[in-house]
């Protein structure tokens, strides 16, 4: 072979290599881009805009999840017998049975109060309320009724004091779904039962408040109620509030959830009370209430971008409940000027999707479990079981609002975190007085 067959034979090669080098570096490239184009387009399959009413009905499906097991086996006489008792590692169940159903039942029942007081429809979610609702009253009857194997109870410890308080703020909440249907004999045992609570008491904090709402409600349905326990309530509550939208829980503050586990919502429909009944100002009322609405401020803040917030304070095994004072005051449609419904809607969806999709919080057989995402029992209070859990329920008010309403039917919208971590502008947040 001639040098220049030899040199151009070379060449050839060489440029047959550049040609494979860029058609592979093209066939690489293009399928770089194709997988650009298809994560994009899976990207954007999973952000689609999502409606008000899917994450509705997102709600419902998971709130039914999370109530019923309480609810069905309490109508059917078999919620002793079947509902775990999971304690803090190290302790002993027995002293717990004698108080976690009741905390089972109370906490699930204002939770729900709300969404069951809708009336009924034809839909699938008006179904599921229709039989929560039908079987709570037939559970309320078993609950206070000293033959059935589900008798709860109200008359040793300290502890019921509490739990009876949900279950009153439930009736307050839901008179006619949940306290007008029930027979004579069941209301007369209802009022017994808290009556009894007259013989104990409990911690100086939050508890005060229990007591004063259990005999707020004893005056709403007609019974006498003592005055003492409704005036230390009312007084020594707004002594511990300590500004912007804070009390303290006692004497000393604590940083942790329970302005909205208990206080404000708590607090507010015991003035409600009492406002109605002539036994505060409206003014006092109103105050509560102003106080409650700054405060859902803060928690409305609270929740970040991906639908996390902190984990800070006692009780974090009461997951959702967290955002019971959001709730209550969208609820309420008192939601400040600057906060629109649905981002409320969407912050709060944001975090259902974080804890209860991304977390295993339900036992096999839908109980919940000791944790805050997921099984951490050695979180879990001294105090806590698995019918503290139920607290939980109490991040569901909004559901109570009908599915027309513009906290269900206005388009998805960025809450302030989101807005501020996206360069957005946002409401610039400064101290209130009130």
Known sequence: MQIAEKKELKNNTKMNKQIKIFLFSLLFLGGIFNYNVNAQKSKVSKTAVITGQQDREYWS????????????????????????????????????????????????????????????????????????????????????????????????????????????????????????????????????????????????????????????????????????????AQKKINEWYVGDGFYSDGPSFSLDYYNSYVIHPMLVDFFKVLSDKKRVKTEDYELALKRMIRYSEFSERFISPEGTYPAFGRSSTYRTAAFQALGQVALMEKLPEYIEPAQVRCALTAVMHRMYDQCNNFDSNGWLVLGFCGSQPTIADGYTSTGSLYMATLGFLPLGLPADNKFWTDPAADWTSKKAWSSQAFKRDYHVDY
């Open 61 to 232: 499906n998971l709130l039914y999840k999370m109530a019923s097991p309480v609810i069905l086996n309490l109508s059917n006489g078999t919620l002793k017998k079947n509902m775990p008792v999971e304690v803090p590692p190290g302790a002993k169940p027995d002293s717990y049975k004698r108080v976690t159903y009741l905390e089972a039942v109370g906490r699930t029942m204002a939770g729900v109060a709300p969404w069951l007081a809708l009336p009924d429809d034809n839909t699938k979610e008006g179904k599921l309320r229709k039989e929560l609702r039908t079987a709570l009253l037939k559970g309320i009857a078993n609950g206070v009724d000293p033959t059935n194997p589900d008798y709860l109870n109200f008359r040793t410890d300290a502890q019921p004091i509490v739990d009876a308080a949900y279950m009153a703020q439930a009736f307050l909440r839901a008179p006619k779904a949940l306290w007008e249907p029930l027979d004579s004999e069941t209301k007369k045992r209802v009022a017994e039962e808290f009556k009894a609570l007259r013989t104990m008491t409990g911690a100086y904090n939050n508890w005060l408040l229990f007591a004063g709402i259990n005999e707020a409600f004893l005056m709403y349905i007609g019974e006498k109620a003592d005055p003492v326990r409704i005036q230390f």
